[in-house]
């Protein structure tokens, strides 16, 4: 998807009425603004039960990792926009290194910049990059509930990323089924199943995943969650 194909998309969602000329600027940027905005109602207990049920999984395991991945919450409450962490390095990995010399949406390695400490910030820098490469652009930011990188998203069940994006757009339902998906796709329901958060972390977050005990998190938002069984909201 470039620039054009875009447009064309907001148009067919009623979110743009300006020239399909490939050049993104403030209708455009509108109408994608509007076309993330979604439902930003809390789960409830019954969809984690619901999300984890084929896999075998209570809702303490799939609110365990709603909770580390994302503090419990796949929505902005002001923008009703997901919550996203753009990739500077990624971006720069997906355009060949083009666009290095704006280092504020595309640098080599990760960490060479610290993070916008906001979601208008982070949101900021993808509209940018959206103006050069949507697609690029929307695998080059973790979304939702279980921060899926964009580039991830054939193995929660989407071919394209504007699909992909829209989903994530919609709700928190739909950004955790998309997890569960992702989830199982990569063989990770089975570590869930067995406590295996060390296992389960590393297939989800990489090896450095210790580096932030996001094992030891896993473990502890597991038990909160288990001890709270009755507890109807994520968070």
Known sequence: ???????????????????????????????????LEGNPARLTRLDLEYAGQP?????????????????GRGFHPDSRRPIILYEPHVFSRLTGHLYDHIPEISYRSWGDRDYPSTQAARYEQLIRACAIDPDAAFQSASWGLGQIM??????????EPWPFVLAMATSEREQLLAMMRFCKAKGLDDELRRGDWAGFARGYNGSG????????KLKAAFARRSAAADRPLVA
């Open 209 to 216: 995943y210790a580096r932030n005990f996001y094992d030891q």
């Open 150 to 159: 964009g580039f991830n998203r054939v193995w929660a069940g989407f071919p």
């Open 1 to 35: 998807m470039d620039v054009q194909d875009l447009q064309t998309a907001l148009q067919g969602l009623g979110l743009y009425a300006g020239a399909i000329d490939g050049k993104f600027g403030p209708i455009s940027r509108a109408g994608l603004l509007a076309a």
């Open 55 to 71: 896999y075998g999984l209570s809702a303490a395991h799939v609110g365990a990792v709603v909770d580390v991945e994302s503090a």
